[in-house]
T-cell receptor
Framework: AQTVTQSQPEMSVQEAETVTLSCTYDTSESDYYLFWYKQPPSRQMILVIRQEAYKQQNATENRFSVNFQKAAKSFSLKISDSQLGDAAMYFCAYREISKLGGSEKLVFGKGTKLTVNP | DTGVSQNPRHKITKRGQNVTFRCDPISEHNRLYWYRQTLGQGPEFLTYFQNEAQLEKSRLLSDRFSAERPKGSFSTLEIQRTEQGDSAMYLC?????????FGQGTRLTVV
């Protein structure tokens, strides 16, 4: 089974600064999807950004970008110009597809709690 | 369409009681997932539906847990004879492509 590791339980950043959240994963597949989700306190999980493994170009969504290193199985999230509203739990996730039964699911890391200081 | 809807948002129940949660996915999303999230942890997969077919159940899902998705629309997750260890946030998600969209979850407290 695939695993996802987020080694930073907590991170903090000053407003308007840049922060990078780390994620590593383990898989033997060559084609897959990776995601970053944001979960504000007591609110629902929101998709931040996705990366398709066969695309070499790193995904970017406004202030959010990823550094995808396929060989190293690393998928970090960079948040530029941090805002107070960015404060949340951030989860890295790998989309696992079962070749046998056609099932699929997301495998999540344990998350990184991001604090944004004014 | 306002997204994935889950009801109730909160449920407090006494140990040993049965509870049922409902999830209404985004219209035309044929894939539906249930996850469980405990405090300080990432969501853990429980079960997956493609249309009305339940294609996978996690080993986390004991005999007391059952999920259905009649007619491939809404889904229900029932927990029988609840235990204190069942206290958690139960998340539903749906998708029609690679991305999954989550509901706000049902927080279950077993007292």
């Amino acid at each position: 089974a695939q695993t996802v590791t987020q080694s930073q339980p907590e991170m903090s950043v000053q407003e308007a600064e840049t922060v990078t959240l780390s994620c590593t994963y383990d898989t033997s597949e060559s084609d897959y999807y990776l995601f970053w989700y944001k979960q504000p306190p007591s609110r629902q999980m929101i998709l931040v950004i996705r990366q398709e493994a066969y695309k070499q170009q790193n995904a970017t969504e406004n202030r959010f970008s990823v550094n995808f290193q396929k060989a190293a199985k690393s998928f970090s999230l960079k948040i530029s110009d941090s805002q107070l509203g960015d404060a949340a739990m951030y989860f890295c996730a790998y989309r696992e597809i079962s070749k046998l039964g056609g099932s699929e699911k997301l495998v999540f890391g344990k998350g990184t709690k991001l604090t944004v200081n004014p | 369409d306002t997204g994935v809807s889950q009801n109730p948002r909160h449920k407090i129940t006494k140990r040993g009681q049965n509870v049922t949660f409902r999830c209404d996915p985004i219209s035309e999303h044929n894939r539906l997932y249930w996850y469980r999230q405990t405090l300080g942890q990432g969501p853990e997969f429980l079960t997956y539906f493609q249309n009305e077919a339940q294609l996978e159940k996690s080993r986390l899902l004991s005999d007391r847990f059952s999920a259905e998705r009649p007619k491939g629309s809404f889904s229900t997750l029932e927990i029988q004879r609840t235990e204190q260890g069942d206290s958690a946030m139960y998340l539903c998600a749906s998708s029609s492509g690679p991305e999954a969209f989550f509901g706000q979850g049902t927080r279950l407290t077993v007292v």
